[in-house]
């Protein structure tokens, strides 16, 4: 099994709402990460975790809450988010990190809409 | 923090003539370099890669090459087919403090004209 599973594929939610983003790997990945990606743009490094322990926050609002229950699992609850977050969340996992298994898999992405 | 230029933005090459793109990046320590493709709505999917202790590497039509002393490494296409087009982002991984994310560049539209 070689994939990343990220669900929901799209998402619509209000300024006041509360979701989460959810990502699944089972390739015994000890890495990984949320990007954000805005159209016709590079995808941009949110947070890293690497053995369950969070070990990068790249300067995100705090209205982006990252979780990782797991090795396997890893979660981006959402809160009163702007308009302007509306993007492609990207999910990826890696062997470990700093060592020499570092290819990044990619999840498909979930579309995030904020009105 | 690393920083990763890439040129060009846009590329157009005919069916079956080479494509290169271009990258470079800023930090000495970063030790692993990818590139991925992206298709329209689709994740980015890596391509090729190549670590800071290789000068080349070739995978049937895509090749990469690295210069370390002057922190850039290139992408080339040979014999280009339609499917070829996409958008192309180089990245960087830096090992600073325990990092391990990528940096990517801005990315390049590839078409390629029949």
């Known amino acids: 099994d070689t994939e990343v599973t990220q669900t929901p594929k799209h998402l619509v939610m209000g300024m006041t709402n509360k979701k989460s983003l959810k990502c699944e790997q089972h390739m015994g990945h000890r890495a990984m990460y949320w990007y954000k990606q805005k159209a016709k743009k590079p995808p941009e490094l949110m947070f890293v975790y690497s053995y369950e322990k969070l070990s990068i926050n790249e300067s995100v609002p705090s209205r982006f809450s990252p979780e990782c229950p797991n090795s396997s699992l890893l979660n981006l609850h959402l809160h009163a988010l702007q308009p302007e977050d509306s993007a492609l969340y990207l999910c990826?996992?890696?062997?470990?990190?700093?060592?020499?298994?570092?290819?990044?898999?990619f999840g498909q992405g979930t579309r995030l809409t904020v009105v | 923090g690393e920083n990763v230029e890439q040129h060009p933005s846009t590329l157009s090459v005919q069916e079956g003539d080479s494509a290169v793109i271009k990258c470079t990046y800023s930090?000495?320590?970063?030790?692993?370099f990818p590139w991925y493709k992206q298709e329209l709505g689709k994740r980015p999917q890596l391509i090729i890669d190549i670590r800071s202790n290789v000068g080349e590497k070739k995978d049937q039509r895509i090749a990469v090459t690295l210069n370390k002393t002057a922190k850039h490494f290139s992408l080339h296409i040979t014999e280009t087919q339609p499917e070829d087009s996409a958008v192309y982002f180089c990245?960087?991984?830096?090992?600073?403090?325990?990092?391990?994310?990528?940096?990517f560049g801005k990315g390049t539209h590839l078409i390629i004209q029949p």
């Open positions: 930090d000495s320590a970063s030790n692993y």
């Open positions: 990245a960087a991984r830096y090992s600073g403090g325990g990092a391990d994310g990528l940096t």
């Open positions: 990826a996992s890696s062997q470990e990190v700093g060592g020499a298994g570092t290819e990044a898999f």
